[in-house]
């Protein structure tokens, strides 16, 4: 009788001893802990966005910047992130801007006798006004192993009017001024109105960020139309005018 009741105590120590762990945490723990989490994972995306600023991807670190202090507001890394974001941000934006400009010219090397045919060419900001809804107007830079340098308006479904003449052209750079550009029709009825002035045109060009010409096409009245030549890269046009 004595050894089962010894028996029985020593369980009862045994138990008492299981349930003695140690007490759950408390709200303010949890919360700690939380905190603590979140903050690591906001360390974390803090130091992509660093090293992808410091490499020069700001596009990427603009988006991983603004959803650290968008998903992480209070934190430490947030707080740190804030900044230089807004730098990054402008950076990234200019960075697609001139990406965009230069997305708006289109090249050409065509090969011609005696050489190559270089071309640059960017179509209006916006549409012209004309009774084919299909017609455009280009501007093109062209390097001829023949003709040489050539700076000219390009009409795709429709034409010029040159009744009230063409001999100057207001072209107008960036906010600038108007100034009258002498121009040529050719004689062959092609669709184009070559600026004679070509040299001081794209020098100007390679300093503007817009370029805006006046014409008239036939049915249409008068157009304006405003290239937005910025983007320009001078290097796709190798060949210096003589």
């Not at 050894?3 to 138990?15: D, G, N, P, R």
């Not at 740190?80 to 708006?104: F, G, H, N, W, Y």
Request: net charge positive; charged share 25%.
């Amino acid at each position: 009788m004595q050894k089962s009741l010894a028996a029985l105590a020593c369980c009862a120590v045994l138990l008492a001893a299981c349930s003695s762990g140690p007490p759950p945490p408390t709200p303010a723990e949890l919360a700690a802990q939380a905190k603590a989490a979140q903050e690591a994972k906001a360390s974390k995306q803090l130091a992509l966005y660093e090293q992808m600023r410091n490499s020069g991807n700001t596009d990427l670190a603009a988006a991983l910047g603004s959803e650290l202090v968008s998903k992480y507001p209070d934190s430490a890394a947030a707080a740190q992130a804030r900044k230089t974001l807004d730098a990054v941000r402008a950076q990234a934006a200019q960075k697609a801007e001139t990406q965009r400009l230069a997305r708006l010219w289109v090249y050409t090397a065509t090969p011609e006798a005696g050489g190559t045919q270089y071309a640059a060419a960017i179509e209006s900001k916006q549409p012209i006004n004309a009774p084919d809804k299909r017609a455009r107007v280009r501007l093109v830079l062209r390097q001829h192993p023949k003709w040489g340098q050539s700076v000219y308006l390009l009409l795709d479904n429709a034409t010029f009017d040159c009744k009230k003449g063409c001999a100057t052209l207001p072209v107008r750079f960036d906010d600038g001024k108007p100034e009258h550009m002498k121009a040529t029709i050719p004689s062959g009825g092609e669709p184009a109105l070559f600026i004679d002035d070509d040299k001081p045109f794209i020098a100007r060009l390679q300093k503007a960020k817009t370029i805006a010409i006046d014409f008239t096409i036939s049915g249409g009245g008068e157009q304006p139309a405003t290239f937005e030549v910025g983007g320009y890269d001078p290097a796709k046009l190798p060949n210096k005018p003589k």
